[in-house]
């Protein structure tokens, strides 16, 4: 269950929406005037066509499953494919990390990034095939092709200016604390703190000669055929551990998840990666608690009560008799 779901999953067809023509998704649209972004949806017809005659690109089907930029085939000049995004204008470094992380992989792990302004808000990016989620991988190997790109991915990130797994930890805090609350509190309050005091002893773990550049968001919607490999895409941006990503992989499909046994899938990605098996499970319940409760807020169902039936499971094999 993605928290930002990905922008650059195949194009699919849909009716077209937005100013002038341009087929922009509805979600998209409503999250630019909740951003109080009218105006670049306005502008974005004249935008598109500038940086398509500046960059030398034919711009093609816009991608219909876009939700916080404008995303739409490019076709250069010399006859390469890309994929122009422009995302919608907004408060914080999320864009500029991005583009760092995308800068700093060079097209290992990642989708190679061709060109960016940051002032226009756009980013040319290397065209894709479909995405994991839309392939009918197995489960567990569908976690086998996260971990390879993931590793793919981890590097040092020598004077990166991106968060900490320590900063990461504090936000997530936060964030299960104030949205458990604004949900009517849906589990006990021992099923939060328990998520906070994993997400704590990671925050004291960190330490910056072991942290790697992560992704952040390695999931099955961020994983995308590259010819006869694949890459992730739109990534969060993170200098941590590296098993912060392998505590995605234990938030995802909750109910296999629960099939499966969870310990039974963080010792595999443990050994699998060489790995701590316990810095992935506590990353695994943090980042599973916040989604469910983002997912429920959201409206995004039935992963998000599915993954807050996860949470309530493993606790309750958790907890002390």
């Avoid at 968001?217 to 739109?234: Q, T």
């Amino acid at each position: 269950m993605p928290t930002d779901p990905t922008d650059l999953t195949a194009p699919t067809d849909g009716p077209s929406a937005g100013p002038a023509g341009v087929a922009v998704p509805p979600v998209v649209i409503n999250r630019a005037v909740e951003l109080d972004q009218q105006d670049w949806l306005d502008r974005l017809p004249r935008l598109i066509a500038e940086i398509g005659e500046d960059w030398g690109l034919t711009i093609g089907r816009a991608y219909q499953n876009g939700t916080e930029a404008f995303v739409a085939d490019a076709d250069l000049a010399n006859g390469d494919q890309a994929v122009l995004k422009l995302a919608i204008p907004r408060p914080g470094p999320q864009l500029r990390r991005e583009i760092d992380v995308l800068d700093r992989a060079g097209g290992e792990g990642c989708a190679a990034l061709y060109r960016h302004d940051l002032d226009r808000h756009a980013l040319l990016i290397e065209r894709l095939g479909p995405c994991l989620h839309e392939l009918d991988v197995p489960v567990r190997d569908r976690h086998e092709l996260l971990c390879a790109a993931a590793e793919a991915l981890w590097r040092p990130a020598p004077g990166a200016d991106l968060p900490s797994g320590a900063d990461k930890a504090a936000w997530l805090i936060g964030f299960v604390r104030e949205t458990w609350e604004t949900l009517g509190q849906p589990v006990p309050r021992a099923v939060v703190d328990h998520a906070v005091g994993c997400a704590e002893r990671r925050a004291l773990a960190h330490r910056d000669d072991r942290s790697v550049l992560v992704h952040g968001d390695v999931h099955e919607w961020n994983l995308l055929r590259a010819g006869d490999g694949y890459k992730l895409i739109d990534p969060d941006g993170l200098v941590a551990e590296p098993e912060y990503d392998l505590g995605i992989i234990m938030r995802e499909d909750p109910v296999d998840l629960l099939d499966q046994g969870a310990r039974a899938r963080a010792a595999w990605l443990a050994e699998r990666c060489g790995l701590d098996e316990v810095a992935i499970w506590e990353w695994g319940i943090i980042e599973r608690l916040s989604t469910a409760q983002l997912a429920i807020r959201l409206g995004l169902q039935p992963v998000g009560d599915e993954m807050l039936q996860a949470a309530l499971a493993v606790y309750a094999e958790e907890r002390p008799t």
